[in-house]
């Protein structure tokens, strides 16, 4: 079984940064991939960014390239998500999550991110 605890959300002005972390308990194998996610009020979630571990590939959505970078840190089983030049559109609840390849079978519990312009 593979727990994820997201943490380091929070409020920033536009145009400012946050770090995302997410902490993995489990077995985490090197063919899983670890992705970010985000869900803005009233709209579906959508991908953000991801890295495969057996590779450290990384993929990112169109409206973050550029800005965001998904790191992983193997040594503490911890993913990160860089975030900067935060814009008002960045607002949401992003969760991390992980499973084999690219089917996401764990899930974290979300934590927030509120940009103010």
């Known amino acids: 079984q593979v727990q994820l605890v997201e943490s380091g959300g929070g409020l920033v002005q536009a145009g400012g940064s946050l770090r995302l972390s997410c902490a993995a308990s489990?077995?985490?194998?090197?063919?899983?991939?670890m992705g970010w996610f985000r869900q803005a009020p009233g709209k579906e979630r959508q991908f953000v960014a991801s890295?495969?571990?057996?590779?450290?590939?990384?993929y990112y959505s169109d409206s973050v390239k550029g800005r965001f970078t998904i790191s992983m840190n193997n040594a503490k089983n911890t993913v990160y998500l860089q975030m900067n030049s935060l814009e008002p559109e960045d607002t949401a609840v992003y969760y991390c999550a992980t499973g084999i390849g690219s089917i996401y079978n764990y899930w974290g519990q979300g934590t927030q991110v509120a940009v103010s312009s």
């Open positions: 890295i495969r571990l057996s590779s450290d590939t990384t």
């Open positions: 489990g077995r985490i194998g090197s063919t899983y991939t």
